[in-house]
């Protein structure tokens, strides 16, 4: 089946961001796209400046991605009416961070960030950077409340190794999960993706009950208590309402 060259470039630019420095040779192993495609689509991305050739030869993303993201950003409304709602969000619990995600085909992403000042402890988690679907609380609610046929076909295909003890690592178990998320209204996290790590996620969802995106709070074992989860759960579920409320306007 051929290709198209767009739909390569892409590729491309998606092995970078998962790899972060690559060579020629480790993108035609890693894409599995024609060598001769390679070359001619890094050649025109570098002159573009979309990508970067370094001094030992390693390419990865560059800045006229970041002038598009950027943009990209800043146009959406949702994150400007989100905003608000975080940083009061932010305000009210002692946590690490406040995100909002949402889905864009079978991948979850990070739309917005905001780290407490409060905090000694930071995480990776970055506008733009791809969430878990399997690891994270933000990543399983926002699974939990896709299209049944969307969320199956995902299921079946993420890697199910395990990044802590605690991970999820079948795709029946996940199920489960996901079932028990839909029915209670939110997602947690104990320490799958990091032991010292938790979170709690509640669905945004429009006058319809589709899904528009998730918020997700992060803390650590010791603030994010059994006793002090109730209070978190509360104050973020609190919020998704009053966003969508809002969105109702």
């Not at 969307?150 to 999960?177: C, F, G, H, V």
């Amino acid at each position: 089946m051929r290709v198209p060259a767009l739909q390569k470039a892409l590729i491309i630019l998606e092995t970078l961001q998962k790899h972060r420095r690559c060579t020629i040779s480790d993108l035609i192993s890693y894409t599995d796209l024609p060598r001769s495609s390679v070359y001619v689509l890094v050649d025109d991305m570098i002159k573009l400046r979309l990508i970067r050739q370094n001094s030992d030869k390693s390419i990865q993303l560059w800045m006229k991605l970041v002038s598009l993201g950027n943009s990209a950003s800043a146009s959406l409304d949702l994150n400007e009416l989100i905003s608000p709602y975080l940083d009061r969000l932010i305000s009210s619990i002692d946590c690490i961070a406040v995100n909002f995600g949402i889905m864009d085909d079978d991948k979850a992403y990070c739309s917005l960030n905001i780290s407490s000042p409060n905090s000694s402890v930071r995480i990776n988690s970055r506008v733009g950077s791809e969430v878990s679907l399997l690891h994270s609380a933000l990543g399983k609610c926002l699974l939990a409340y896709s299209s049944s046929s969307r969320r199956e076909q995902i299921i079946n295909s993420l890697d199910y190794s395990r990044a802590t003890a605690n991970s999820i690592a079948t795709p029946e178990a996940l199920r489960k999960e996901l079932a028990v998320i839909h029915n209670r209204g939110y997602a947690f996290d104990n320490g799958e993706e990091n032991l010292d790590i938790r979170s709690v996620s509640a669905p945004i969802l429009d006058f319809d009950n589709h899904l528009i995106g998730a918020i997700s709070t992060i803390g650590t074992t010791r603030k994010f208590s059994k006793d002090a989860l109730p209070s978190i759960i509360d104050k973020i579920k609190l919020v998704t309402m009053q966003i969508k409320s809002d969105l109702m306007i």
